[in-house]
């Protein structure tokens, strides 16, 4: 069993919406969706793009999968996220856009923000302690030497390279992408997804996600709204 803090917009919102039938999968309920035409993609093409991002479901990454530490219960991890979320105001991207990262494609913030930054480290360092550290075979599977050295302190640290400095807030929507196929996915992504792209991003909850075991599917176990969006929803 392991567990995720992700973020992910609840289950009727139209970007929830849009994202699982896109990746083929509602990462709520873990059924398998039927998934759009796109344009120059066949079914089958588009499964192959999706297949990773699918099994984890649409997210952003906070705290990476972490096995429970030692001592710790799931009774009480839910517990703190609660008290932390209680705590924690809503807050907008002000420009999500369609961009490529490297040879993946995911909705990624247009411009720098602060308060995402400051979000995300601080979830990181509050649940620490719910954290086993990790495995030599874990370690390994990040590949270390491809690793700035940075990023190599963070993995042993925090259990993922990408956090505080080196965090880039991304919600991933395909897998690796050959440099040919790029332009053609880019156009399709933006298409499916026009109603989101160069838009806000409102950030108003924060997800535990729930592996059951290694390399099964992710699902969400419970979203915990921001302060004011709880206050908003029982005002």
Request: net charge neutral; with cysteine; hydrophobic share 45%.
């Amino acid at each position: 069993m392991r567990y995720a803090l992700y973020f992910t917009p609840p289950a009727s919102d139209p970007l929830t919406l849009a994202a699982q039938r896109w990746l083929g999968r509602n990462a709520f309920t873990g059924a398998a969706l039927e998934r759009p035409v796109a344009d120059g993609f066949d079914a089958a093409a588009l499964a192959g793009l999706t297949a990773d991002p699918r099994r984890y479901g649409f997210h952003a990454t906070l705290k990476a999968p972490f096995s429970l530490a030692e001592g710790r219960s799931e009774a009480e991890l839910l517990a703190e996220i609660g008290r932390f979320a209680g705590e924690v105001e809503p807050f907008e991207i002000p420009r999500a856009v369609i961009g490529r990262l490297g040879s993946f494609f995911a909705l990624v913030p247009g411009d720098d923000c602060a308060p995402l930054q400051a979000f995300a480290g601080e979830v990181v360092r509050r649940f620490e302690r719910f954290r086993a550290p990790l495995a030599s075979a874990d370690i390994a599977r990040r590949k270390p030497d491809e690793l700035t050295a940075e990023e190599r302190r963070n993995l042993v640290q925090w259990g993922y390279p990408y956090v505080f400095d080196e965090f880039r807030f991304h919600m991933t929507l395909t897998g690796r992408v050959p440099a040919e196929r790029q332009a053609a996915v880019e156009a399709a992504l933006v298409a499916h997804f026009a109603d989101f792209h160069d838009r806000p991003l409102l950030i108003d909850g924060l997800a535990l996600f729930r592996e059951p075991s290694r390399g099964a599917d992710f699902t969400v176990h419970s979203l915990f709204p921001l302060a004011a969006a709880a206050n908003r929803k029982t005002a």
